[in-house]
């Protein structure tokens, strides 16, 4: 007895071991592109795209299971899109293993090999993806849900409820986005493309990182999360998300020739920082993207650009954005002990982009900010500013035409370098032959430094500000230097033009010294004793020009002087003798205090009424 079940024991170990051997050599010469006809025909149904591949094998391996390949593969494009394949991949392969298929009809897929894919997304002018339709004509419908909504069936798997896979490994791929709902059409590509995810299923959530280049030589790029797939719905659920990549990483020559909504825009030279972005969740559908919520925070920021002289740094801000605003909620840039905030929304971002903002600068180093080797007038001090703007586009056009705003602009402890403003005003009053070295030569020695020094300091300098039309215009403009004091208007443009005009004042009492230097430069004297000039600066960045109005003190002059001669004449005709002036006392007179205000007579007022109406 025990020597028949010995022989039949060892023949079922025989016979099993030439099943497995025949099974083996089966699927190791089984030629799977016979049925690739079949394949492609049920592929295309169920994505209603045309599908093709050039190779497909089926084998049998110890250490992956059945394994099953497949080279070349493509899926064209939605029509209306492009001419282009929507996906191609250089090589798939899975292994899969054979128990629980054979026991529980569960496909458990060990692992997916995905080399070399492309895929090109876009999304056409009339906001339609052409994903959205991946599959929407097919020939069969997807199962029904449970009730926790969970897929328990697939009529296109031919009877095999679900697909699970432990691992997913996906490398060197491509991923292009177009937009052709904005304008000009913003392209995006994302590079050295890596995936892994973990425990697949079609019916759990599962987890995935994915890495990638964007505008870089290198992996700039991480993404982390958890996705869930609903084949009934048509949905793909997103949580848990995590965005990570460095801004010095970033390749600002790539960025430019990507974008043409950059063309014209000036970029930094450089860049730094880390972003992070974090979703809770996010779904799409066939009809697009649900309505979501990202923060996104920057940190340890920095831009340098080349007409500035230093970098901003750092740099930190936090946004919100959603499927249509963006909302600036807080953004600092600093610069030594200056600082930079602001606040703000961004609505309708991918169409009409209107804007709104408001800007509070501090203590900006002026000379720390722009780089002024090559400018013959340079400036320092420390700037302020308040702005509140609003409008549409951020392109030139756009802002020339919808940027409206206001504010106000303040420079303290000021310095114009390698420029005497005073020296330069007065040297502008031709009718007066070397007015200036006149001066120079006479005027008391702590008054011929401020027309000796290189540089003008500003002790003050304040306007306020409104944006419109492309014209920045600047009012209420007073400046308050050592030796002479400003006030006025101005305007400047977008490429930096501007111009002022206002009165130049002289202060009472270095006028009442000029005017003992040079006895003509009384009849330009005020009421107050101060000296007015009329004067413009006109120019660009540091380029400034400046002129009086030589009209006006050549009509004042010949005012004030014709009005002397007259009351001579009138004096002589009713035959009236000038009172002499009283000499000051030695010991009391003061060569820089203003002469005092006398009354004047009527007929004085009368002479002066009748030029005023000649000169007017």
Same mark, same amino acid.
């Given at each position: 007895?025990m020597k028949?079940f010995?022989?039949?024991?060892t023949s079922?170990i025989?016979l099993?071991?030439i099943?497995?051997?025949?099974?083996?050599?089966?699927?190791q010469?089984?030629d799977a592109? #016979?049925?690739?006809? @079949?394949i492609?025909s049920?592929a295309?149904?169920?994505?209603?795209?045309?599908?093709?591949? &050039?190779d497909?094998a089926l084998?049998?391996s110890?250490s992956?299971?059945?394994?099953?390949?497949?080279?070349?593969?493509r899926?064209?494009?939605s029509?209306g899109?492009?001419n282009?394949?929507f996906?191609?991949? &250089?090589?798939?392969?899975?292994?899969?293993?054979v128990m629980p298929?054979l026991?529980?009809r569960?496909?458990?897929v060990?692992?997916i090999?995905?080399?070399s894919?492309?895929?090109i997304?876009?999304r056409?002018?009339?906001?339609?993806f052409?994903?959205?339709d991946l599959?929407?004509?097919?020939s069969?419908?997807q199962g029904s849900?449970?009730s926790?909504? !969970?897929?328990?069936?697939?009529?296109?798997?031919?009877?095999?409820?679900l697909?699970f896979?432990?691992?997913?490994?996906?490398s060197g791929?491509k991923?292009?986005?177009?937009?052709?709902?904005?304008?000009p059409?913003f392209i995006?590509d994302?590079?050295?493309?890596r995936?892994?995810?973990e425990d697949?299923?079609l019916?759990? !959530?599962?987890?995935?990182?994915?890495e990638?280049?964007?505008?870089?030589?290198?992996n700039n790029?991480?993404?982390e999360?958890?996705?869930?797939?609903?084949?009934a719905?048509?949905?793909?659920?997103l949580?848990?998300?995590?965005?990570?990549t460095?801004?010095s990483?970033l390749?600002?020559?790539r960025?430019?020739?990507?974008?043409?909504?950059?063309?014209?825009v000036?970029?930094p030279?450089?860049l730094g920082?880390?972003?992070?972005?974090?979703?809770?969740?996010?779904?799409?559908? #066939?009809?697009?993207l649900a309505p979501?919520?990202?923060?996104v925070?920057?940190?340890?920021?920095?831009?340098?650009?080349?007409?500035?002289?230093?970098?901003?740094?750092?740099?930190e801000?936090e946004?919100?954005? !959603?499927?249509?605003?963006i #909302?600036?909620r807080?953004?600092?840039?600093g610069? &030594?002990?200056?600082?930079?905030e602001?606040g703000?929304?961004?609505?309708d971002?991918t169409?009409?982009?209107q804007?709104n903002?408001k800007?509070?600068?501090q203590?900006?180093d002026?000379a720390k900010?722009f780089d002024q080797?090559a @400018?013959?007038?340079?400036?320092e001090g420390?700037?302020?500013a308040?702005?509140?703007? +609003?409008?549409?586009?951020?392109?030139?056009?756009?802002?020339?035409?919808s940027?409206?705003?206001?504010?106000?602009?303040?420079?303290?402890?000021g310095k114009?370098?390698d420029i005497?403003?005073l020296k330069?005003?007065?040297?502008?009053?031709?009718m007066?032959?070397?007015?200036v070295e006149?001066i +120079?030569?006479?005027?008391p020695?702590r008054?011929?430094e401020?027309?000796? +020094?290189?540089?003008?300091v500003?002790?003050?300098?304040?306007?306020?500000?409104?944006?419109?039309?492309?014209?920045?215009?600047?009012?209420e403009?007073?400046v308050e230097?050592?030796?002479?004091?400003f006030s006025? #208007?101005?305007?400047?443009?977008?490429?930096g033009?501007f111009? =002022?005009a206002?009165?130049f004042?002289i202060?009472?009492?270095l006028?009442?010294s000029?005017?003992?230097a040079?006895?003509?430069l009384?009849?330009? =004297?005020?009421?107050?004793?101060?000296?007015?000039?009329p004067?413009?600066?006109a120019?660009k960045?540091?380029?400034?020009?400046?002129?009086?109005?030589?009209?006006y003190?050549?009509g004042?002059?010949i005012?004030?002087k014709?009005s002397?001669?007259?009351?001579?004449?009138?004096?002589k005709?009713?035959n009236?003798?000038?009172q002499p002036?009283e000499?000051?006392?030695s010991d009391?007179a003061?060569? &820089?205090?203003?002469p005092?205000k006398?009354?004047?007579s009527?007929?004085?007022?009368?002479?002066?009424?009748?030029?005023? =109406?000649?000169?007017?």
């Amino acid at each position: 007895m025990m020597k028949i079940f010995k022989i039949i024991f060892t023949s079922l170990i025989i016979l099993l071991f030439i099943g497995m051997a025949g099974i083996f050599i089966f699927l190791q010469t089984f030629d799977a592109n #016979r049925f690739k006809p @079949q394949i492609i025909s049920a592929a295309r149904d169920a994505l209603g795209r045309a599908v093709d591949f &050039d190779d497909i094998a089926l084998r049998l391996s110890l250490s992956k299971g059945l394994e099953l390949s497949l080279k070349q593969l493509r899926i064209s494009d939605s029509t209306g899109f492009q001419n282009k394949d929507f996906l191609r991949v &250089d090589s798939i392969s899975l292994g899969v293993e054979v128990m629980p298929l054979l026991k529980k009809r569960q496909i458990l897929v060990s692992s997916i090999n995905i080399n070399s894919p492309e895929c090109i997304i876009i999304r056409r002018e009339d906001g339609l993806f052409n994903l959205q339709d991946l599959g929407k004509s097919a020939s069969f419908k997807q199962g029904s849900a449970d009730s926790s909504g !969970t897929i328990v069936a697939v009529q296109a798997a031919a009877g095999i409820p679900l697909v699970f896979a432990k691992t997913i490994l996906l490398s060197g791929g491509k991923v292009t986005y177009i937009d052709r709902l904005l304008e000009p059409e913003f392209i995006l590509d994302i590079s050295q493309l890596r995936l892994r995810i973990e425990d697949f299923s079609l019916k759990d !959530t599962f987890a995935f990182i994915i890495e990638g280049s964007v505008f870089s030589e290198q992996n700039n790029l991480r993404v982390e999360g958890k996705i869930r797939l609903d084949l009934a719905g048509s949905k793909v659920s997103l949580s848990d998300l995590t965005i990570t990549t460095d801004l010095s990483d970033l390749s600002l020559a790539r960025l430019e020739s990507s974008l043409a909504m950059l063309k014209g825009v000036e970029l930094p030279e450089q860049l730094g920082g880390r972003i992070n972005a974090s979703i809770t969740k996010i779904e799409v559908t #066939r009809e697009g993207l649900a309505p979501f919520n990202i923060s996104v925070e920057l940190s340890a920021g920095l831009v340098k650009y080349k007409q500035l002289a230093r970098a901003f740094s750092p740099i930190e801000a936090e946004f919100k954005i !959603t499927e249509s605003r963006i #909302r600036i909620r807080q953004l600092s840039l600093g610069l &030594d002990k200056g600082m930079i905030e602001v606040g703000g929304e961004l609505d309708d971002y991918t169409a009409a982009q209107q804007f709104n903002f408001k800007a509070d600068i501090q203590d900006l180093d002026l000379a720390k900010i722009f780089d002024q080797k090559a @400018q013959p007038v340079k400036i320092e001090g420390l700037f302020a500013a308040d702005f509140t703007a +609003q409008g549409s586009g951020f392109t030139l056009e756009s802002l020339k035409e919808s940027l409206l705003g206001e504010g106000s602009l303040e420079i303290k402890k000021g310095k114009l370098l390698d420029i005497n403003v005073l020296k330069i005003v007065l040297s502008k009053i031709s009718m007066i032959p070397n007015l200036v070295e006149k001066i +120079q030569a006479n005027l008391p020695e702590r008054y011929k430094e401020k027309l000796k +020094q290189k540089d003008t300091v500003i002790t003050k300098a304040k306007a306020s500000l409104a944006v419109a039309n492309g014209i920045a215009m600047l009012e209420e403009v007073g400046v308050e230097a050592e030796g002479f004091i400003f006030s006025g #208007r101005g305007k400047a443009d977008f490429s930096g033009q501007f111009s =002022l005009a206002g009165s130049f004042f002289i202060p009472a009492d270095l006028a009442a010294s000029m005017v003992k230097a040079v006895p003509e430069l009384q009849y330009l =004297l005020e009421e107050t004793g101060e000296i007015r000039i009329p004067l413009q600066a006109a120019g660009k960045a540091g380029d400034i020009k400046f002129s009086v109005d030589l009209e006006y003190i050549t009509g004042k002059i010949i005012k004030k002087k014709a009005s002397e001669e007259l009351g001579k004449a009138l004096d002589k005709v009713f035959n009236r003798k000038s009172q002499p002036e009283e000499e000051p006392d030695s010991d009391t007179a003061d060569t &820089d205090t203003p002469p005092a205000k006398q009354e004047k007579s009527l007929e004085q007022e009368l002479i002066e009424n009748v030029f005023d =109406l000649i000169f007017k």
